[in-house]
């Protein structure tokens, strides 16, 4: 997979909770048409057998259309699916060993709310870094607002791109211009969306202006 940070432009993070009068998969693959640049899969509640089975399907998805896939958390889900990589969060695998089983040519991106935490993970080997919750969150209920200087200033601290998460739409997210990122990480602000194709063209673009920014 040619991976760089125009990949995080538009990054999609799956939500099954919204899922109506499309599938997950249908959802999934109109945001890929709506710009999608990236597609994470998270699935926290679900058993391992289906995860797996889940992640065959969206990986095949993802990749017709040459938009890298990632795995939230599951190290080994992502390796037995041969997902292009994975998202992690401070309480999940350290980076150093998930290389050490995924290999030097797979995505790891990981969670930062800190300066420190931004460098310990550029310093362990991250791909990427996931920053927030930028404006609160609708899928965690426990986090912690980050303000658009820390984001800035997290930004400014390390090499590697970042992506701004947490609460991101398309009434919101010019808020983020000057803050150093490449791009969004979208949840409810893609999944909830009526016609999710359409309102992802919408995200994309305005993601390139605050990008430029």
Not at 91 to 104: F, N, P, V
Not at 112 to 128: L, N, P, R, S
Request: proline letters at 1%; charged letters at 30%; aromatic letters at 4%.
């Amino acid at each position: 997979m040619d991976w760089n940070s125009e990949k995080l432009l538009l990054y999609a993070v799956t939500d099954r909770t919204w899922t109506k009068k499309q599938t997950l998969f249908e959802q999934i693959e109109s945001a890929i048409k709506g710009g999608v640049t990236c597609v994470q899969l998270r699935e926290k509640e679900m058993e391992e057998k289906e995860l797996l089975e889940e992640a065959l399907k969206m990986g095949e998805l993802c990749r017709s259309y040459q938009v890298p896939f990632l795995i939230n958390d599951r190290v080994d889900i992502a390796l037995t699916c041969n997902a292009d990589g994975v998202h992690l969060g401070q309480k999940d695998m350290s980076i150093s060993e998930a290389r050490k089983i995924l290999g030097k040519d797979k995505i790891i991106g990981a969670t930062a709310k800190t300066i420190e935490q931004a460098k310990k993970a550029e310093a362990e080997g991250a791909d990427y870094l996931g920053v927030g919750a930028v404006f609160g969150s609708t899928t965690k209920k426990d986090a912690i607002p980050i303000t658009k200087e820390q984001l800035k200033k997290i930004a400014d601290t390390v090499s590697i791109p970042i992506v701004a998460i947490g609460g991101i739409n398309k009434d919101n997210i010019f808020q983020l211009c000057h803050t150093g990122i490449c791009g969004v990480a979208v949840v409810s602000g893609i999944f909830a969306a009526e016609d999710i194709e359409r309102e992802c063209r919408i995200l994309c673009e305005e993601s390139r202006k605050i990008t430029k920014q």
